[in-house]
């Protein structure tokens, strides 16, 4: 009986001794999972704050990158203005040029299949055909010496550097009348004596080319001046449209 009681005893200590032990082991499992959630917890704080670090690093990269940029901008932006400074010329100006240019480009392509047509138009002529040029030959004959001295260039005023067609004719005049023109010859129809019915050694004002007119041994009249071609002799009516005819000799 004694000994029943006592097993009791010691089973109820027992007892009492695993109730009081588990929630101290509870309890250590609930903190050894808080302390493993914390770790972990600081661990992922730990890494988005270097990644964040990471991420303001390179903005402040970028941001110097920008900034470097910026100042060579800057430095070719200036060194363009003193070139433009020195050159005497501002960006409208330098577009302005690339412009002209342009339609210069334009001219010439036009310029380049207008002489292709020439070709059609060609009008042979000879010794015979200067000898019955008539009072005016001299004018003839300084036209055919300038072939080995004058060449042609589109917009030239500068016998040496080459000549359009209307200073062609303006250079011939002063040559062989001594009438002083403007080198580029624009003033020239207003200057010399009016005409309606052209004879030899007068000059014909087309759109784009001025010519003196011929006829040559046969009776047929002809043009002969500066063309993209050079110095050469053309039916007249090559030129299309004529503005008008004058006379060799300046307006009373």
Not at 67 to 81: D, M, P, S, T
Not at 101 to 112: I, M, N, V
Request: hydrophobic share 40%; charged share 25%.
């Amino acid at each position: 009986m004694l000994r029943r009681l006592a097993q009791k005893e010691k089973l109820a200590r027992h007892r009492a001794f695993a109730f009081t032990l588990l929630p101290i082991i509870v309890a250590g499992l609930l903190l050894w999972y808080t302390e493993r959630s914390i770790a972990a917890a600081r661990a992922e704080l730990q890494d988005a704050i270097r990644k964040l670090d990471d991420a303001h690093q390179e903005a402040e990269r970028l941001k110097k990158e920008a900034a470097n940029y910026q100042i060579e901008i800057n430095k070719l932006q200036e060194q363009l203005k003193q070139v433009l400074q020195k050159s005497g010329q501002s960006i409208e100006q330098s577009q302005q040029q690339m412009n002209s240019l342009d339609e210069q480009f334009s001219a010439l392509k036009q310029k380049a299949s207008e002489t292709v047509n020439l070709e059609k138009y060609f009008h042979e002529i000879d010794v015979i055909d200067m000898a019955k040029a008539g009072p005016n030959s001299d004018l003839l004959v300084a036209v055919a010496h300038s072939r080995k001295t004058v060449h042609y260039r589109w917009g030239g005023i500068s016998p040496e550097a080459g000549l359009d067609s209307t200073p062609f004719v303006a250079y011939i005049l002063q040559k062989t009348r001594g009438i002083a023109v403007n080198p580029d010859g624009s003033k020239l129809m207003s200057m010399l004596e009016r005409t309606g019915q052209p004879s030899d050694g007068d000059i014909v004002f087309y759109s784009d080319y001025t010519m003196f007119y011929f006829h040559d041994k046969e009776g047929k009249p002809y043009c002969v001046g500066m063309t993209p071609l050079g110095i050469v002799a053309l039916d007249p009516a090559f030129g299309g449209e004529v503005r008008g005819y004058a006379k060799p000799v300046l307006r009373k």
